[in-house]
């Protein structure tokens, strides 16, 4: 079984700054794509950033230049720098990874339980 279990959020300013975790935990051979998503109250879930295993990057137009995503491999842990944070940035952030448990061709979809982020005067 694989857990994924995001930390780091919080109530913040305007214009201040997060950083989210997202650390994997259990038995599997690899980890390939990670991401972030994100839900606000009365909206849809939406992509906020993914990164490969070899780190290829894409990030939503709406958080270009402000958020930074970035992985450990060997730690087996994502992260989510968020600066110059504004108030639409408000939402539940889940953490997402492509797995490989038994074998490396097989793979599942894992999510983690979310953190909220309240950005907020």
């Known amino acids: 079984q694989v857990h994924l279990v995001e930390s780091g959020g919080n109530l913040v300013q305007p214009g201040g700054s997060l950083r989210l975790s997202c650390a994997a935990s259990?038995?599997?051979?690899?980890?390939?794509?990670m991401g972030w998503y994100r839900q606000a109250p009365g909206k849809q879930r939406e992509l906020v950033a993914t990164?490969?295993?070899?780190?290829?990057?894409n990030y939503a137009d709406s958080v270009k230049g402000r958020f930074t995503i970035s992985r450990d491999n060997a730690e087996s842990t994502m992260y989510l720098q968020m600066n110059s944070l504004k108030t639409e940035d408000t939402a539940v952030y889940y953490c997402t990874a492509n797995v490989a448990v038994h074998f490396i061709w097989q793979t599942n979809n894992y999510w983690g339980q979310g953190t909220q982020v309240t950005v907020s005067s």
């Open positions: 990164i490969t295993r070899g780190g290829d990057i």
């Open positions: 259990g038995s599997f051979l690899a980890i390939n794509n």
